[in-house]
């Protein structure tokens, strides 16, 4: 367990310094938004194959990650296409001045991969620990996963598309999956891995794995998710009036 630990972290430094050298070429640290996702499949990719078994949970826990990170990380490819860097990043490198090489390096992409090993955590739980056959708790966690995962790429899809149109610019999407939570992405991220939490659940020591959903229900709810969007639009009259008929994450009727 340990020494996937290591194997992995060892992946994901050298994954994360390859984005790094990009960025500055680039001159565009949001492309650490794609490396998220696939930092994820690098993971999954090192702990499967260190495993010293292939069990169905393995299999489908694997799969299940791949095919999310892919997911995430093509739509913010297709996203960035004629965009520059994105406004919080931006923020970052005007404040750091001529520390922003030493600063991104560190306070991005290396905080970043330490954050995907964290939440990575069950993936590797699952590939190098004693497992239980799949049961109960493996059925209920592909219903949570598929929830959190219809939520995140629907959300992300409806949103792409209005911001295509363009007589919607400048204005806030209120249809869809927006009707019922002002942030179904981010819901159906945080949901999802919950359901991956419910897979690892079986395995030697599952419950440390709670460390992974947690983690990102914080980083969403009170630091890098929820709260940079809101603070951009906190003077929007639109997104105020918005804000008072629609939850602000878990989805309901809007109020009236």
């Given at each position: 367990?340990?020494?996937?630990?290591?194997?992995?972290?060892?992946?994901?430094f050298?994954?994360?310094?390859?984005?790094?050298?990009?960025?500055?070429?680039k001159?565009?640290?949001?492309?650490?938004?794609?490396?998220?996702?696939?930092g994820?499949?690098?993971?999954?990719?090192v702990?499967?194959?260190?495993?010293?078994?292939?069990?169905?949970?393995?299999?489908?826990?694997?799969?299940?990650i791949?095919i999310?990170?892919?997911?995430?990380?093509?739509?913010?490819?297709?996203?960035?296409?004629?965009?520059?860097?994105?406004?919080?990043?931006?923020?970052?490198?005007?404040?750091?001045?001529?520390?922003?090489?030493?600063?991104?390096?560190i306070?991005?992409?290396?905080?970043?991969?330490?954050?995907?090993?964290?939440?990575?955590?069950?993936?590797?739980?699952?590939?190098?620990?004693?497992?239980?056959?799949?049961?109960?708790?493996?059925?209920?966690?592909?219903?949570?996963?598929?929830?959190?995962?219809?939520?995140?790429?629907?959300?992300?899809?409806?949103?792409?598309?209005?911001?295509?149109?363009?007589?919607?610019?400048?204005?806030?999407?209120?249809?869809?999956?927006?009707?019922?939570?002002?942030?179904?992405?981010?819901f159906?991220?945080?949901?999802?891995?919950?359901g991956?939490?419910?897979?690892?659940?079986?395995?030697?020591?599952?419950?440390?794995?709670?460390i992974?959903?947690?983690?990102i229900?914080?980083?969403?709810?009170?630091?890098?998710g929820?709260p940079?969007?809101?603070k951009?639009?906190?003077?929007?009259?639109?997104?105020?009036?918005?804000?008072?008929?629609?939850?602000s994450?878990?989805p309901?009727?809007?109020?009236?």
């Open positions: 367990m340990i020494a996937s630990i290591l194997y992995a972290a060892i992946a994901v050298f994954f994360m310094t390859a984005w790094f050298i990009a960025a500055i070429v001159k565009d640290n949001s492309i650490v938004d794609i490396a998220w996702g696939l994820f499949v690098v993971i999954a990719c702990a499967f194959v260190n495993s010293q078994a292939c069990t169905g949970r393995q299999l489908l826990i694997t799969a299940l791949a999310w990170a892919i997911r995430l990380a093509g739509h913010i490819a297709i996203r960035k296409i004629g965009h520059g860097e994105d406004f919080r990043y931006v923020k970052m490198r005007q404040a750091w001045g001529n520390r922003v090489i030493s600063k991104s390096f306070n991005i992409f290396m905080l970043q991969g330490i954050l995907l090993l964290i939440i990575a955590y069950p993936v590797i739980l699952v590939n190098n620990t004693y497992q239980k056959p799949l049961n109960t708790l493996d059925y209920l966690g592909i219903l949570v996963w598929l929830t959190g995962f219809f939520f995140e790429s629907v959300g992300d899809y409806q949103l792409f598309k209005f911001k295509k149109e363009r007589a919607n610019k400048g204005k806030i999407i209120t249809t869809g999956l927006w009707k019922y939570t002002r942030h179904p992405n981010y159906g991220e945080v949901t999802l891995w919950w991956i939490f419910l897979f690892a659940l079986s395995s030697s020591y599952g419950f440390t794995a709670i992974s959903p947690a983690l229900t914080f980083l969403l709810l009170k630091v890098s929820v940079l969007l809101e951009k639009y906190q003077d929007n009259p639109e997104f105020i009036e918005y804000a008072k008929k629609t939850s994450f878990f309901r009727r809007p109020r009236s």
